[in-house]
């Protein structure tokens, strides 16, 4: 088990993310891949701070500030999300072209 | 033994993401979302990474999928709704294909440089005393936008608001 094993899991995670993000319809589906894109980064952090590419901690304090900031994204956008609900009756990212309210 | 687990977590982490990514029911790509945050837990547990491992169980597990399905929830009329791809998809499965053949060969290329399997660990102590000496302005200002993301979330979500219907 070397860091190319973590570096292409990382790296798949990304990827499938990415093909979510751009692939799904609904905003929500969207926001879930958006939180695999964000594991995938987490992954290669951890593991490049675990291999000592960089200094040993840093990678683990950034991964930290990830998490911090993937959990007031999510419930900003859950909250964007209801609120988008509520006012056009559908979360299809493909409908919601405006923006106003 | 180490490396049994890896492809074991492996597989549950990457089965459960192209679960999020390709299943229609919108309550199933959560339920799989989960499995893959456990499974990235199991990752950190193998980097040595034990407070990252908790973290990522109590926040991501837990918080943040709670919330991702209590939108569902709300979001819904009656039956569970069945979401099809979008029709551009096959363009989205080559970009992204590509982006990870371009990360692939970058990490390949690279691989001999790194061909130790030495993994080395920070210790609790040593990660809080650089948390919060080398890092404290970030992290104070991470709480901050915690703080205001919520606040907002709150501001954002609340019923009754003029601009309604």
Do not use: K
């Not at chain 1, 990678?59 to 964007?80: K, R």
């Not at chain 2, 709704?81 to 371009?102: I, K, Y």
């Amino acid at each position: 088990m070397t860091l190319l094993h973590f570096e292409l899991l990382g790296a798949a995670l990304f990827c499938l993310g990415l093909y979510g993000a751009l692939a799904r319809r609904s905003a929500v589906l969207v926001l879930m891949s958006i939180e695999l894109m964000l594991n995938g980064v987490n992954v290669l952090l951890v593991a490049f701070a675990a291999y000592g590419v960089r200094d040993n901690a840093t990678g683990l304090v950034i991964a930290i500030f990830v998490i911090t900031i993937a959990a007031a994204e999510v419930a900003l956008a859950m909250a964007i999300v209801l609120r988008l609900f509520r006012s056009r009756g559908s979360v299809n990212v493909d409908e919601i072209d405006a923006l106003r309210g | 033994m180490a490396l049994a687990a890896f492809y074991v977590l492996a597989l549950v982490t990457l089965g459960g993401a192209i679960g999020v990514v390709t299943v229609r029911n919108i309550i199933h790509a959560a339920l799989f979302l989960l499995v893959t945050l456990g499974g990235v837990a199991g990752f950190f547990a193998l980097l040595y990474a034990e407070f990252l491992a908790l973290a990522q169980v109590l926040i991501y597990s837990g918080a943040v999928v709670i919330v991702i399905l209590f939108a569902l929830m709300l979001t819904r009329r009656g039956e569970v709704e069945l979401m099809d791809e979008h029709r551009r998809w096959p363009v989205a499965a080559a970009v992204s294909f590509g982006l990870f053949a371009v990360m692939a060969a970058a990490f390949i290329a690279d691989a001999a440089r790194y061909q130790a399997d030495v993994r080395s660990s920070v210790s609790l102590d040593a990660l809080g005393a650089v948390l919060f000496e080398r890092w404290a302005a970030p992290f104070e200002i991470a709480s901050l936008v915690l703080l205001v993301a919520l606040i907002g979330a709150i501001v954002i979500a609340r019923s009754g608001g003029r601009d309604e219907g």
